[in-house]
């Protein structure tokens, strides 16, 4: 058994799953290129909650410090309180954690973006760079970008997000579903609503829906909360209508459906810590591999916040990945040993030539490992949408492709290898689950 030899990956996006990848293939000696669309790091996005198993994948990855300052920068979740839009009790229930558990994390996703970008080694990010085009053939995986770089290696690993270039090429059928909001996001300075680590759910009644929870206090000792506001609405046909309606304040006949104590609270947020989207999901993938390119995070399986599970969901697939990649060591380099690459494209980083069939063959275990796994994360993202009245909008889904994907709605028997995910995803939403009630 020697190392693994050092393959040339390249990771598409520098969101939370592709960052996290970089980190964990450039420790294992891989000569890796972060490549991102945006001039810099992206870490708009406001609050999340980091589920238990999205923690539990930090802690995981053994990035050192990596845990203890993500951390640091968060707050656990302490109760989960559900309220109508008249602002009365519903619900209240405690977040549950054992002694010596995780938390669940309420924490600012720049924290976590920017606590894994630095620890990224020189050279490896290669911000304002947008893919084009990829290809592959038997001796290596090609890419072209928007400042005119070319890149060629032996593994491409789209984790460009929604509306994921990578995707579009290896699952040609891949398509968007509107779920029927428009969604703000923003954090105030204020800590009068939620405290202690608290998370409130408005449940959805009259069209829109809210959320609330306290994200601690800054640097100066400021109260800081998250808000997020759903307002159902018809998805424009008309791409730039619907950037403009993106840059639109929450509107007031919104708001005045909200308890007042909320409705100040949003009105008081700055326009720069706001953010707005139209929320999309799409169907289950057939497959998160093709060859020596792999999808990552949303790219391979964007879901609806209903469960809180997207950022976990890319961060479990980043672990799964690269532990897959490195325990080619453990099989002599790639199992294989034959047909490796090209001498041009893999002889200096790849000496016994392996790096392309044992590149294989760890997408295709990351692919049994991960696809079963994403698709109850998916299926259970669509079953909470639909009790809590989120809607799909199907008349206005076709975004992307010709068509519906290969496996439709809610493949409960491709879920089934999925196992030790669910109590932490039961928590996230528990808030919905009582509204149904
Ligand atoms: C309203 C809302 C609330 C949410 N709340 C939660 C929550 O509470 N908890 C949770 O776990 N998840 C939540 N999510 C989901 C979570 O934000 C995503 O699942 C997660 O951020 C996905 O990470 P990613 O790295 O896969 O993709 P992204 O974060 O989307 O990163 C993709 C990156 O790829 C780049 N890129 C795109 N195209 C290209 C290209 N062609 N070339 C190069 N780079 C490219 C983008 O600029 C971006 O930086 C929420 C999402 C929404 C919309």
């Known amino acids: 058994m020697g190392p693994s030899p050092a393959r040339r990956v390249a990771i598409v996006g520098a969101g939370s799953s592709g960052l996290l990848l970089a980190l964990l293939l450039q420790r294992q000696g891989h000569q890796v290129c972060l490549f991102e669309r945006a001039p810099d790091l992206r870490p708009e996005g406001c609050g999340i909650l980091?589920?238990?198993?999205g923690v539990e994948a930090i802690a995981a990855a053994?990035?050192?410090?990596?845990?203890?300052?993500?951390?640091?920068?968060?707050?656990?979740v302490s109760r989960f309180v559900v309220r109508n839009l008249r602002g009365d009790l519903i619900n209240s229930s405690p977040a549950e954690r054992e002694p010596g558990e995780l938390p669940s994390l309420l924490i600012?996703?720049?924290f976590i973006l920017e606590a894994m970008?630095?620890?990224l080694e020189a050279g490896v990010f290669r911000p304002g760079a947008g893919l084009l085009c990829w290809s592959q053939d038997s001796a290596g995986v090609e890419a072209h970008f928007d400042d005119g770089s070319y890149w060629q290696g032996d593994l491409l690993v789209g984790a460009d997000g929604l509306h994921s270039r990578v995707a579009q090429q290896l699952a040609p059928l891949r398509r968007l579903n509107f779920l029927g909001d428009r969604v703000w996001r923003g954090v105030v300075a204020d800590g009068s609503l939620c405290r202690d680590g608290e998370f409130f759910v408005y449940a959805r009644g009259r069209g829109v829906y809210a959320n609330v929870f306290d994200l601690g206090t800054d640097a100066d000792g400021v109260p800081l909360?998250?808000?997020g506001f759903f307002?159902?609405?018809v998805l424009p046909a008309d791409r730039s209508e619907r950037r403009r309606l993106l840059s639109e304040p929450v509107p007031e006949e919104g708001l005045a459906k909200l308890p007042a104590d909320l409705a100040t609270l949003i009105r008081a947020t700055p326009p720069q810590r706001q953010v707005a989207n139209w929320s999309f999901d799409i169907d289950p993938l057939p497959t998160l591999v093709a060859g020596r390119v792999a999808l990552l995070g949303d790219a391979g399986h964007a879901m609806s916040s209903s469960q809180a599970r997207g950022m976990t969901a890319g961060l479990e697939d980043a672990v799964a990945l690269a532990r897959l990649l490195g325990a080619l060591a453990a099989d002599g380099g790639a199992g294989e040993g034959t047909a490796g690459a090209a001498p041009e494209r893999g002889g200096a980083a790849d000496p016994e030539g392996t790096a392309c069939c044992g590149v294989e063959t760890a997408l295709l275990r990351y692919n049994a490992e991960r696809l079963p796994v994403v698709h109850r994360y998916q299926e259970r993202s669509r079953q909470v949408s639909a009790r809590t009245g989120r809607m799909r909008r199907p008349q206005v889904a076709a975004e992307q492709g010709p068509g519906a994907t290969g496996l439709g709605?809610?493949?409960?028997?491709a879920a089934g290898g999925a196992s030790s995910h669910s109590s932490q995803a039961d928590t996230a939403s528990k808030p919905t689950t009582a509204r149904a009630a």
């Open 225 to 227: 909360t998250h808000w």
């Open 231 to 233: 307002q159902e609405e």
């Open 409 to 413: 709605l809610a493949p409960t028997s």
């Open 50 to 53: 980091l589920v238990r198993s």
């Open 62 to 76: 053994g990035i050192p410090a990596l845990l203890e300052e993500i951390l640091a920068a968060g707050l656990p």
């Open 117 to 119: 970008a630095a620890r």
């Open 108 to 110: 600012q996703r720049r």
